[in-house]
């Protein structure tokens, strides 16, 4: 079964969890063109989505959510801050975020 896979750096606009990967541990999706997340019944425990254009906050917040064993995320170079994901997360070990009051750090 699949426990790992990275796919950075593919240009890729958009990912879908199905079925077939719900044995997915860590994903790594950083540095694509993602405008479209959905991970829900992913048992995802590692995801990077860093340095991927967001458009709508709240619905990847949401996506976020729904992924209940999530415990490293990195959102590096992302429009969101450590309070927003935190509320969504809040079993997060290990969080990168490097936005505050909107200002990247």
């Known amino acids: 079964m699949l ?4 796919l950075s750096h593919n240009l890729l606009p ?4 199905g079925n077939n990967l719900q ?6 999706l950083n540095s694509n063109k993602m405008l479209k997340y959905e991970f829900s019944g992913a048992k995802l425990k590692i995801l990077d ?3 991927n254009p967001i458009v709508k906050k709240k619905v990847v917040l949401k996506n976020l ?8 995320l ?7 801050e450590e309070q ?4 969504y997360c809040p079993k997060l070990v290990f969080l990168l975020c490097d936005f505050i009051g909107g200002v990247q750090l």
């Open 3 to 6: 426990q790992k896979l990275s």
């Open 14 to 17: 958009e990912f879908v969890v």
């Open 23 to 28: 044995t997915l541990q860590q994903l790594r």
């Open 49 to 51: 989505l860093g340095h």
């Open 65 to 72: 959510g729904e992924i209940r064993r999530l415990e490293n």
């Open 74 to 80: 990195n959102l590096a170079g992302i429009d969101i």
């Open 84 to 87: 927003e994901v935190k509320s």
